[in-house]
């Protein structure tokens, strides 16, 4: 009787090229995240941050490692993602400040040339892992050079790396999609000194979005938490664990931070919730007024503050302001297509429960990975979609890496087509390297 084993796609190109597009794509991600031009200026000089992804995309095109570059085209993500950015050109086109959208286009077309290296780069399980490590430490390595989030946080701090992670609330949601990679590996080393290392990493970030007192990164977390804690097969002792990290949280926690989560129960009475209503009531009118394009990208700031503002305000009395929310930004910017398309496009990141049914037979009963990988990887979609709801995250890499990582642990871990069984093959025929 034969053994199933798990065969991870061999690499088939030259060992010194597939370092470089490697770990090129590993200190993208410290260029992205941690922005250490802004900690030392000096940098500045070598422009780091277009050379390295300029490289390490030149090198992913030209490499002939598997997934080649029309399997990754051919991905039901892709797909997606880049019918999305067709509904941005057409805003582009449209818009009536057209440099406002095509600053959005030119961000949104970097994150997706990344989307296209990690769905080629992280071709085995070795980089999956390598992959999610270096998601957790950026933020690691974000907390400890902004210390001010644990030494003074009754003070509300701006994050130094900046771009997308320079507000507090920012930090907060990036945070909780890194927090469910960092449970992952817990389950998954088998050496206690490395699971307490990585419950030591746990609690620093759960530090971290303590000390920015965000609402929606705390949301955040306590969704994906429960999530979690839904797909394990060790209720009890997760719930035990759940009691005892509340009550360090509740216990240490500043009470600015335990006053402003209070503030959730009692939203009338607070004026950054009831600005958000607002916001999202304008955007709603945006969309009925611009059904199928928007307003146009980056556009919500200054229609809100022009043309959409609530009843009863005049200009000077109601600041230009976003949707703080991904959902009424997509809306109101972009129109019906694409808030339905970000609806589909979750759907299809989401389907992991039949993902997992189509695995090929783990490597021995005791060895779930791939199991708990794809929980872990849902659950950072949850902490993107409930934080989301409360953040312009829709233009950040959030969305495009996590796409991306989903993508590549389902080339990785995919049963062959012939070992799927007939009902599976007849209704999902594209379900293999296609159907990432």
């Known amino acids: 009787m034969k053994t199933a084993t798990l065969n991870i796609p061999r690499e088939t190109t030259a060992p010194f090229t597939g370092k470089i597009q490697y770990y090129g794509l590993m200190l993208f991600f410290v260029l992205e995240y941690v922005r250490p031009n802004n900690y030392l200026p000096q940098l500045n000089a070598?422009?780091?941050?277009?050379?390295?992804?300029?490289?390490?995309?030149?090198?992913?095109?030209?490499?002939?490692?598997?997934?080649?570059?029309?399997?990754?085209?051919?991905?039901?993500?892709?797909?997606?993602?880049?019918?999305f950015?067709?509904?941005?050109?057409g805003s582009v086109i449209t818009a009536d400040v057209t440099l406002y959208a095509f600053d959005k286009f030119k961000t949104i077309i970097g994150y997706v040339l990344m989307y296209f290296v990690i769905c080629r780069a992280a071709r085995t399980e070795d980089r999956l892992k390598g992959l999610l490590k270096t998601l957790i430490f950026v933020h690691v390595a974000v907390l400890l050079l902004?210390?001010?989030?644990?030494?003074?946080?009754?003070?509300?701090?701006?994050?130094?790396?900046?771009?997308?992670?320079?507000?507090?609330?920012?930090?907060?949601?990036?945070?909780a999609i890194a927090i469910p990679f960092c449970v992952f590996f817990i389950r998954e080393e088998k050496k206690p000194y490395m699971k307490a290392f990585y419950i030591l990493v746990l609690l620093v970030l759960v530090a971290g979005i303590i000390g920015t007192s965000s609402r929606g990164g705390t949301l955040a977390l306590v969704s994906s938490v429960l999530y979690l804690w839904t797909k394990s097969d060790r209720?009890?002792?997760?719930?035990?664990?759940?009691?005892?990290?509340?009550?360090?949280v509740v216990s240490l926690a500043p009470s600015s931070y335990t006053e402003r989560i209070k503030t959730?129960?009692?939203?009338?009475?607070?004026?950054?919730?009831?600005?958000?209503?607002?916001?999202?009531?304008s955007g709603v009118r945006m969309a009925i007024d611009h059904p199928l394009l928007g307003v146009g990208a980056g556009h919500f700031p200054v229609k809100y503050g022009v043309e959409y503002r609530p009843p009863g305000y005049g200009r000077a009395e109601f600041p230009w302001s976003t949707a703080h929310s991904i959902y009424f930004v997509i809306l109101g910017e972009l129109g019906f297509p694409a808030f339905f398309l970000l609806y589909i496009m979750a759907y299809n990141f989401m389907r992991n429960g039949r993902i997992i049914q189509g695995l090929r037979p783990p490597r021995?009963?005791?060895?779930?990975?791939?199991?708990?990988?794809?929980?872990?990887?849902?659950?950072?979609?949850?902490?993107?979609?409930?934080?989301?709801?409360?953040?312009?995250?829709?233009?950040?890499?959030?969305?495009?890496?996590?796409?991306?990582?989903?993508?590549s642990a389902r080339f990785v871990f995919r049963k062959p087509p012939e070992a799927q069984p007939e009902r599976s093959r007849a209704l999902r025929p594209g379900y293999g390297a296609a159907g990432a």
């Open 364 to 407: 021995a009963p005791e060895d779930p990975s791939a199991r708990n990988l794809f929980v872990s990887l849902n659950a950072s979609l949850v902490s993107f979609a409930v934080g989301g709801a409360f953040l312009t995250a829709i233009y950040y890499p959030h969305l495009y890496i996590l796409a991306a990582i989903l993508s």
């Open 85 to 89: 950015v067709l509904l941005i050109v």
């Open 46 to 83: 070598l422009h780091l941050n277009s050379l390295v992804p300029a490289v390490v995309i030149a090198v992913t095109i030209f490499s002939s490692a598997s997934p080649g570059n029309l399997a990754v085209l051919r991905y039901r993500n892709t797909k997606l993602i880049l019918f």
């Open 264 to 281: 959730i129960k009692n939203y009338e009475s607070d004026g950054s919730a009831q600005g958000r209503l607002l916001a999202w009531e």
């Open 146 to 175: 902004n210390t001010q989030l644990f030494l003074n946080p009754e003070v509300r701090s701006y994050i130094a790396s900046g771009a997308f992670l320079g507000d507090g609330n920012d930090l907060s949601l990036s945070i």
């Open 235 to 248: 209720k009890l002792v997760l719930a035990g664990a759940l009691v005892v990290l509340a009550g360090l």
